[in-house]
């Protein structure tokens, strides 16, 4: 799949060593017209060899594409190394996803998690702005709309309120803030995706999702305990008023959503677009947690035990996207379904048990 660009020399991709951004970066890397793709990212979740310069992520990826990317070993709030970026390269648009993104660590972390989120995405805009570049698609989260007021989510509900963690707050502060950025200067244009529930990997196997630590989402766990690193899967709670008793959630493919963001680049060269636009990336269908493990489990041969664990607080019982926007502002929509999802997440994990430290 290819897109048609008028010359962008360079686009940085923070956080383009982990999950979602390494996965961007072969989507991007496979459009013929872009010339250059820069990466920064500080290595917090994603792993790199002794002996190598880049992670082994963006090493398998230009692997795999056969291209050369520039990668940048750097933390957002080293603003000196950051604006060195901007004085080695022409960066025509910015791909910011750097974050610390799990839910329950930032309950504990607080501070972290400000710090890393919100700091880092004020820096960067700083940078930015230095040096003339206005383009920035936001990584963001459903996170911001907080408890469902009503469902499917469309980008007109109110977000903000009811927001049960720090991490979900740094996304609405950082909305926030670049929402004040572009009132007060239109040469800014900021397309904020957010994202629902990332899962899947690369159908080669090469590349994938590699949390550090215990994993914090539904897929990794389930796919760690398939491949025997964790002993059995924690289903939190089995009283909510869904279809099974356990919540529910809105699944998106990893590739799908990287083909969002090629897709929200296009709409920068629209004519008269400018200011702040807000996209939801899902599919539009809900399926809950017990519905995922008979999916994996069909999918990967694989039995699955798990244990029904008290409900966490902050918990929904249910959100999904209303995905129209996506459709008719961006052309995009999902093209994955669930079997996929499973499919290539086992392929990942089963040929990679240890993940990138294999």
């Known amino acids: 799949m290819n897109f048609r660009f008028s010359k962008m020399p360079a686009i940085l991709v923070t956080g383009g060593a982990g999950y979602v951004g390494s996965h961007t970066v072969v989507t991007l890397l496979e459009q013929e017209d872009i010339d250059e793709i820069v990466v920064v990212d500080n290595l917090c979740n994603s792993y790199r060899h002794d002996s190598d310069k880049k992670p082994v992520a963006l090493r398998r990826i230009e692997e795999m594409t056969g291209r050369t990317l520039h990668f940048y070993p750097i933390d957002l709030s080293d603003q000196k190394a950051l604006a060195k970026v901007f004085e080695n ?4 648009c910015v791909i910011h996803f750097a974050a610390l993104k799990a839910v329950g660590e930032s309950v ?5 998690y400000y710090q890393a989120n919100i700091t880092g995405t004020c820096t960067l805009i700083e940078v930015m702005r230095k040096y003339n570049v206005h383009k920035l698609i936001y990584s963001s989260s459903c996170t911001v709309y907080g408890e469902p007021q009503r469902l499917p989510l469309d980008e007109s509900h109110p977000t903000g309120q009811g927001i049960s963690s720090p991490y979900g707050r740094t ?76 919540g529910v959630r809105d699944y998106i493919h990893v590739q799908d959503l990287a083909v969002g963001h090629v897709k929200a680049m296009k709409l920068f060269q629209k004519d008269g677009f400018s200011g702040f636009r807000a996209v939801n990336l899902g599919t539009g269908t809900g399926y809950s947690v017990l519905q995922m493990i008979s999916a994996f489990e069909a999918a990967s041969g694989r039995k699955i035990p798990y244990k029904i664990v008290n409900r966490r607080a902050g918990d929904i019982a249910a959100n999904y996207a209303d995905v129209s926007l996506a459709q008719s502002l961006l052309g995009w929509s999902a093209t994955k379904t669930v079997d996929d999802m499973c499919r290539d997440t086992w392929n990942w994990q089963s040929r990679n048990p240890q993940g990138y430290k294999c």
């Open 171 to 246: 996304k609405y502060f950082c909305e926030e803030i670049m929402k004040d950025l572009c009132n007060s200067d239109q040469k800014w244009q900021i397309i904020s995706l957010r994202y629902f529930n990332p899962v899947g990997a690369h159908p080669s196997g090469r590349i994938g999702e590699d949390p550090a630590g215990i994993p914090n989402n539904l897929m990794p766990f389930i796919s760690q305990v398939a491949v025997g690193r964790l002993s059995e899967l924690m289903v939190f709670g089995d009283d909510y008023p869904t279809v099974d008793g356990s």
């Open 108 to 112: 504990d972390k607080p501070l972290e």
């Open 89 to 92: 390269h022409k960066i025509e």
